[in-house]
């Protein structure tokens, strides 16, 4: 049996369904793929290039989501503060505005739908002022206590090519992971009850704790109907794009009594990402029998 290393053991390159995304990847433009079973935890199918390495662009927002609803309670209020100026020229946003408040679920939602950098700094720095044990912090310190956070929850986890500069995703050269990373990042995010409720919501209207009214679209095209791209077994995930990562996605399936990630990073065309999820997502299905 030939094999390839992954952190999940091994992957298996002998079998059907692994020739399979392998014919497929090599019709896609896309630097790195994932394909993961992630009820077995079990990697299925990689393409890396450049030692694996690869910007995670927005994806982040999975694992900041995840370590925030660790330190605030889904009902807890929030009120946007001095972290919005941290928010990088550029940035999607899910357009909250100093001394408006949220729930800190409502910043899930935010980060996961619109992909708010916004909602995603907005809520690191109140969980990080938790972390830190100190309600006086700066918004900046309070930021950098919850990164360090994400890099030390990243190493307890057994990340092993994974370094968070940030909370958003925004491009800085120490911000990194892998393909492999990326699977832990997705199980993590697929057994949190508030993130997994919203990376599966395709639109809504929300109302903040402080009274405004917003209209929130996911930028994952699998979930909108009007899109071309939409799946009824799209489950949801995230998007992710910067000039330096390209056009990237975390998108899960459900595939028999199994969910599926597939991870598409570094295409030069949006769409690009989505059909490569398709494309992977019916060939896995095919062979679903020969993983």
Not at 77 to 83: N, P, Q
Not at 230 to 254: E, P
Request: aromatic fraction near 8%; proline fraction near 2%; hydrophobic fraction near 40%.
């Amino acid at each position: 049996m030939q094999t390839e290393k992954a952190d999940f053991g091994t992957v298996d390159s002998s079998t059907g369904i692994y020739s399979a995304c392998r014919e497929i990847a090599d019709t896609l433009d896309a630097s790195q793929i994932l394909v993961y079973d992630a009820t077995a935890d079990r990697i299925l199918f990689t393409k890396t290039v450049d030692g694996g390495k690869l910007y995670p662009a927005s994806i982040t927002k999975l694992f900041t989501a995840c370590i925030a609803m660790q330190y605030l309670d889904p009902a807890e209020v929030l009120t946007a503060g001095d972290e919005l100026a941290l928010v990088q020229e550029g940035s999607s946003k899910a357009y909250i505005y100093r001394g408006q408040r949220i729930t800190a679920e409502m910043a899930v939602e935010a980060m996961m739908l619109p992909s708010g950098n916004d909602a995603a700094l907005i809520a690191a720095a109140a969980a990080g002022r938790r972390i830190a044990g100190d309600d006086t912090l700066t918004a900046e310190r309070a930021v950098e206590a919850f990164v360090a956070e994400m890099n030390r929850q990243a190493q307890e986890m057994g990340f092993e090519k994974t370094h968070f500069a940030n909370p958003d995703g925004y491009h800085a050269g120490c911000h990194y992971t892998c393909v492999n990373d990326m699977a832990r990042i997705a199980k993590a995010a697929l057994n949190n009850p508030t993130v997994s409720k919203y990376i599966r919501v395709a639109a809504d209207e929300v109302t903040y704790a402080s009274g405004q009214n917003n209209h929130w679209d996911n930028t994952n095209l699998l979930l909108s109907p009007d899109s071309g791209f939409y799946r009824a077994d799209a489950i949801g995930m995230k998007t992710g794009r910067t000039s330096q990562a390209g056009f990237c996605l975390m998108s899960a399936f459900r595939v028999k009594d199994s969910i599926l990630v597939i991870g598409i990073f570094g295409c030069r065309e949006d769409h690009e990402r989505f059909r490569g999820a398709i494309a992977l997502v019916e060939a896995c299905k095919k062979h679903w029998n020969e993983r």
